[in-house]
């Protein structure tokens, strides 16, 4: 996770990374059944060392679209920013 990570989540609010990494902690500190489907990969390069994913996923009614960039560095695939946006029912 890169130092400067942010996030906009489906909400519209946005969160750095210490509040993220705190919330994941808090979410899986005990099992729970949390069935999540994904569909619809995309992935493309955006900049030199930098990729952009796309996808689907689905929570049970609750549908978002995730865009999700990473940086291709030395030591691995480092996350720099994510976003989540509700999909209304058309």
């Not at 940086?71 to 920013?81: D, E, L, M, P």
Request: net charge negative; aromatic share 14%; charged share 25%.
């Amino acid at each position: 996770m890169a130092e400067e990570f942010w996030e906009v989540g489906a909400s519209g609010r946005t969160y750095g990374k210490e509040c993220v990494l705190n919330t994941l902690e808090h979410r899986y500190s005990e099992p729970y059944d949390d069935e999540w489907k994904t569909e619809e990969f995309y992935c493309q390069e955006v900049a030199s060392n930098n990729y952009l994913l796309t996808y689907m996923l689905r929570q049970g009614s609750r549908v978002t679209r995730r865009a999700t960039l990473w940086r291709r560095a030395s030591h691995g695939w480092v996350i720099v920013f994510h976003q989540g946006t509700v999909v209304e029912e058309a």
